[in-house]
Each structure stands twice: as C-alpha cells, then as structure tokens.
C-alpha cells in the first residue's frame, strides 16, 4: 500500500464547476499538507498549504485536512479552464528534519469551456 | 520561471548506458532533491542533498547515484540503464532542509529521458 494516494482520475468537469480533489494516507506522522499543480511539460508548483489539522481558503482554492480521518481535500471553485493542470497532494513529516515530500499520483482535471 | 535550471531537457538513450543530468538550484537555496515521476509511479523521491551532504535517500536504485558540488549545483548519475528507467526526472530546491520546511520546493522543468 503506497503512503499516499489519491485517484489519479482523469476528471472533466465543465467551467464554472466546483472541483473537489482529494488524497487519504497512511503515516499520522504527517504533518505538512501541500497541494501542487502541475501543466503539461512543467514541474509542479506549489498551490496551497496546510499544518495540521483544518481549512485554508486562497481566493477560488480551499484546502482541507483532517487528520483524525488521514484525508485531505483541495476545492476549487468556479473552476476555469485555465485549471486544467495535474493537481498533486504532497506530505511532510514534521519529525524527520529534511523537506522531504511524499507525493500522491496526482489528479488530472480538465475544465471545459 | 521557478529558478530552478536543469539540462538536458531531452534524452534519449540505449538500454545499458550511462548518462548525467544536471541541476542548478534557485540563487541562495542549500537543499536539493531529485524526484523521479513516471506514468505508473507518479512522483517518487529518490534523493535529497544540504549542502553538500547527504541528507535524505528515497527509492533510488543502486545504478543510480547523485553529488551535489560546492557551488550548490547536483548531478545525478544513472548507469547500466533499463526500459524501465525512462521518466522524467525533476530536480527541486529549497532554503532550508536541516530545519522544517513548510514543503515548498521549487522544481525545474525536468530532464525526460528515454531508453531504448
């Protein structure tokens, strides 16, 4: 069983659409919750993140985790086709003193005019 | 543009060969790490460095290894080279890593390489 997962999708949804993107795991280690977005021939880059447990709200984006249930959750609302990207949860252990990331599979929307 | 610089883009090679990518990191950040991403994988650590030091090590295959040199930049070797080795390669960096890290790192565009 991989540390992280997260369904790698691909979702379609139509502009205007709110999005809910999501990733349980495995290590109540975890402590750091990111979101990355990634476009077509790009590296990732950071959209959102959260410490422990709660919400976090960025203009259209709002992160969620809960750590009781070891899920977390990113929203994207009135979602544009400029959204379409590969959305990427990712993980840090407090404890382990290097920036490490553990990363899910990635999700793959595509937003429709 | 995230600073992070890598070469080659592109590579294509032969089944049993060795080759080096290459990764400067942003101006000012000690810490490198090498990520590995393929279709099936997704996005796998492999390595991280501070400063010259070893710092973290992921899932990386013995015929793989990395260095990162006192001007900061990292290589990252790969030899005896497989199919299954093709991906792409991400190099990443950061300021910090001996110290918490609120989990920005700061990728470059990659290294796709291809094996045949």
């Known amino acids: 069983q991989k540390e992280v997962e997260q369904d790698p999708g691909p979702l379609s949804v139509p502009e205007g659409a709110i999005v809910s993107l999501n990733c349980t795991y495995s290590n109540s280690a975890f402590q750091y919750f990111m979101w990355y977005r990634q476009y077509s021939r790009k590296g990732p880059e950071l959209l959102m993140y959260?410490?422990?447990?709660g919400n976090k709200e960025d203009g259209r984006f709002t992160a969620q985790v809960d750590k009781s249930s070891k899920y977390i959750s990113l929203f994207i609302r009135d979602s544009q086709p400029s959204d379409s990207a590969t959305y990427l949860c990712a993980m840090n252990e407090w404890s382990s003193n290097t920036g490490k990331l553990i990363f899910g599979q990635g999700t793959t929307l595509q937003v429709k005019p | 543009d995230s600073g992070v610089t890598q070469t080659p883009k592109h590579l294509i090679t032969a089944t049993g060969q060795r080759v080096t990518l290459r990764c400067s990191p942003r101006?000012?950040?000690?810490?490198v790490y090498w990520y590995q991403q393929s279709l099936d994988q997704g996005l796998q650590f492999l390595i991280q460095?501070?400063?010259?030091?070893?710092?973290a090590k992921g899932n990386i295959l013995e015929r793989f290894s990395a260095q990162q040199f006192p001007d900061l930049h990292s290589e990252l070797n790969l030899s005896s080279l497989e199919l299954g080795d093709s991906a792409l390669y991400f190099c990443?960096?950061?300021?910090?890593?001996?110290?918490?890290?609120?989990?920005?790192?700061?990728f470059g565009e990659g290294s796709r390489l291809t094996v045949l």
């Open positions: 101006s000012g950040d000690l810490s």
């Open positions: 990443a960096s950061s300021g910090g890593g001996l110290h918490r890290n609120t989990g920005e790192l700061f």
């Open positions: 460095y501070y400063n010259g030091e070893e710092r």
């Open positions: 959260t410490y422990s447990s």
